[in-house]
């Protein structure tokens, strides 16, 4: 392969001017960046490279946070749960937090912004019955509120006596609620506002990288009036003051994901895609003036779940969503405003302060930005990122980041590598990124030259392969729609966590986006809402539905609705496909849980219908599903137990302790085929991709641009004439392989190689 250079940002510090030129020389980067806890110098700066300079809006501006510590951001927070043993009871509301990351509010009233629940019967407490020790709350300090808007002078000397204002809890205080009328053997909760004392990705990065004494960033809302303007004027000054920037990376611009520690400094909550970041009594304020009626804590509380991706969201929670959106595009839009004015780009980054900015929503392109940058874990954040639309470039920050926790003595950062490149170059080859580039401190990838030889390697690789694919589309043999509560918002975002790290009760569905992510097919993401209001498009060949009972991923209580049933199951009927993962369209109701069960053939046993006798058990073991492999290869996951099939025409493909587990039925001119979970690897890769062709009638496609060996897999793109046989796994590789006339060919391939060929 040809030396190329291009396309590839690599992070650089300070004091390593002669190291960051070779390896720019070496790896062909045409841009460097500073990191979250590193700076360029002066030299550096000078590279004849592209700098991209990281850039807190909210945080990182400790100065004026300090004059303004009433303007800090704000959460919901819910206390645990306690028991009431006698009718006092007390609740030590701040157990289990961090308090250097977050302190109760007591600048705004908590009889008004509070709320105690008993969570044994629902019962909202009248603030009349309870009250706090320490009560900080007086009627001076809403005074001090107001007065602040004029003159912040009162806060700023109480911070620089005892570290906190006075109307934040002190070192030793001990937060209370107590209640004297309380029921015995009741449960309580409390839901209070809190100020945020600490940015939390800045104090992960602080306990992983062993920061020491380097001060907290305190985070400040720009919804706040100083905070606001300092907002814009410090964008202003710090513009002029880096003439050597290219691009502004916004990190990302206001509101962090949920993210909260306990007290032992570990992650206690985290949700990617979790509000509870951008509350306060003006927001709360807001929204009531707009829409008509008042938020209650306990619309983001949540009982406790707080709204994660996970929730089925309720009317007031996607109201909310919309409302923090709609600010939030409409102030990034102003910084992005004056970023062009100077002459530079502006980029984001996809994680951090991320939440308005969810780039399938309705208001991301008004914001304006030239590209975005996310970190890939795989294929399915490959695409999450490279299939955003309204931007003009799109780039991927690969693995592992350049941290001591993967980067020290002893250690080979080389397979974790492979793995994410292999995984990621699957969705390149179907919608490629533009860039490509990494993170951390140069310096440490430095001390591994094996490292920084495989990294070479996929530089070129990746230039290679974005010279040929970029802008043709590849061969596609269907277009999938996947369905859940959230539809577009949620592209390839479906039972993801944190960029698609590991959970138990996610990973069984995860498994789906991640071969879809690189298998020659077209997908697009639907709400349930939707499909309700505009029907399933012409174009969708086949729909699929998975997740958890309850969750917004499989649906909940929504297919109780006859108007969704009927559409579902007309679609089927006229020769659509239907996938079930899971749970799919459970609900108890009308004596079934799976409310499309005519449809899959199969339901699941809750117990009810145990004096029912269940006859069909007889799997087969010859089928279309399983022509590459037998049923006992197959790995379902977390699965599902006591699935059962409903007649004899149901073809059951794997049936196990007591279980179906695979299996396909014919519904009309279609069909509907139920998996019991579907993690990703090879095979289950290879099931996916059969189970959709079968679904959709389409059983000839199997033999058109298609390997037979599992760990390859063929790429076509007839628009230039060319296409690719890949090797997916880090062993030599020998498969048959289909071109698009069904003519058979055979390769050899090297370990994670790929063989490109003219389409004659």
Known sequence: MKKTSGRLTLPSENNFLKETEELIARLGADAIRDSDGTKLDEETLSLPVKVYSTYFVARGHNEFAKEHMEECQQFYLMSKRVTAFSHHLEIPYMDGFFRKQVTPDFLHDPKKWWELIDRTTGEVISPERWRLSPDKFVKSSGEKAEASKENSKSSTEETKETGLPSYFLQDGETALLILEDATPFHEYTLSFLAFALWDPTEMYNHITNNWGDKPADIPFDIRKPYSNRFAKEELKRWLKAHPKTDVVRFTTFFYHFTLQFNHEEKEKFVDWFGYGGTVSVEALEAFEKEYGYRLRPEDLVDEGYFHSTFRTPTKAYLDYMDFIARFVAKEAKELVDLVHASGKEAMMFLGDNWIGTEPYGKYFKEIGLDSVVGSVGGGATLRLIADIPGVRYTEGRFLPYFFPDTFYEGNDPVPEAMENWVSARRAIMRKPVDRIGYGGYLSLAYKFPKFIDYIAEVAEEFRDLYEKVKGTKPYTKLKVGIINAWGKLRSWQAYMVAHALYYQKAYSYFGILEALSGMDTDVEFYSFDELLEEGVPKDVDVLINAGDAMTSWSGGEIWKEEKLLSLFRSFVYNGGGLIGVGEPSACSFQGKYFQLADVFGVDKEMGFSLSTDKYFKTAK????????????????????????????????????????????????????????????NLENTRLLLRALLYSAHKEEEIRKWQCTNLSCELHAYPEKGIYAVVNNSMEKQSTDFYDGRGRKHSAELLPGAMHWYTID
């Not at 196990?656 to 979970?677: E, F, M, N, Q, T």
């Open 621 to 680: 073991t010859e089928h279309f599903l399983l022509e590459d492999f037998p049923a006992e290869n197959l790995n379902f996951g977390e699965s599902q137990k006591s699935i059962y099939a409903l007649e004899k025409e149901t073809e059951i493909l794997e049936y196990s302790d007591g279980s179906v587990h695979l299996s396909a039925h014919d519904y009309g001119k279609g069909r509907g085929i139920y998996i019991a979970g579907l993690p990703y």
